[in-house]
Structure formats: C-alpha cells, structure tokens
C-alpha cells in the first residue's frame, strides 16, 4: 500500500481516497482491523512518518493519545450517538446512499463498544485533550470553539 499527499489531497495506490473513507462500512472495518496489533503498528509508523513531514491537523479515534501524543492541541469531539447517526444518515442521503437510521445507529454504538474495549490502542480520551459535546452545537460553532482553543494553546493573537 502506498499513500501519498499532494494537490491538497491523499492518495491510496495512486487513486484519491475521498466519501470511500466515510462509509458506514468503512467505518466498521476500520475498527476491526484497528484492533490487530501489527496493522495498527504499521498504521501509527505511516501517520507518524506524514505527521513529520508538515503541520497538520488529523482525526482519529486514537490520533491524540497514540498517533501524536505530543500535539501541541487535542480536541477530544463527542455526541451521542443518536445525534452522530443522525449527521451521518444525513449526510449519506445527501450523496444519493441508500441507508438505514436504525442501521447506522447499530453500527455506531457497536464501533463506540469495540473501539473502547480493545486491547490494542482503545478509544480513550486524552488527558490533556479538551473536550466539545457537538451534540446540540453547529459546525460553526464547533470549529469557533476549536479555533478559541487552539489560539490559547498556541498563543496565537
């Protein structure tokens, strides 16, 4: 597997990586294979080598506590899990999916269990992670309370 970055874009294998990565399935073995220790040691190398090479900002299940513990910011995004089924059902009709609520809120709840009780690298939240219940915000408003965050963080004016 090679993943490459250019064009403001990333690249699996030469083809660009984009709604392939947000699919319910996606997600779902996504968990699975996060919990084999070589895959997931393999996983951590590669994003640790593209985390050296420029700034950036990444999301992740496991970014702030095993990928990049040393972050300068870790924003640590939470919502029920009505709420991220709801934004996911949505979001996946818009693109013309055909895709179950009741399905979507399984998946979740089930990926939230396995991703928190697995051996290697479980879903916790940071110690020094900031943490931002989006369940009853917008998107405007999550990313002015990130930007709030990370200007004190980064003492930035």
């Given amino acids: 597997i090679t993943i490459s970055y250019h064009d403001g874009n990333y690249y699996m294998n030469g083809k660009k990586i984009e709604d392939e990565i947000r699919t319910p399935e996606a997600g779902m073995y996504a968990s699975i294979y996060a919990a084999n220790p070589e895959v997931r040691k393999y996983l951590t190398r590669m994003q640790q080598e593209i985390c050296k090479e420029r700034s950036i900002v990444a999301e992740g299940r496991d970014i702030g506590t095993v990928v990049m513990p040393d972050a300068p910011v870790k ?64 998107i405007d408003e999550v990313v002015e309370k990130i930007l709030e965050i990370v200007k004190e963080r980064c003492k930035i004016q």
Avoid: W
């Fill in 75 to 138: 924003i640590f995004l939470v919502a029920s899990p009505e709420v991220r089924a709801q934004r996911r059902y949505k979001e996946l009709k818009e693109k013309g999916m055909e895709v179950s609520y009741d399905e979507l809120l399984r998946q979740i709840k089930e990926r939230d269990e396995n991703d928190s009780t697995r051996a290697v690298a479980p879903l916790v939240k940071a110690p020094d992670a900031v943490e931002i219940d989006t369940s009853n915000l917008t």
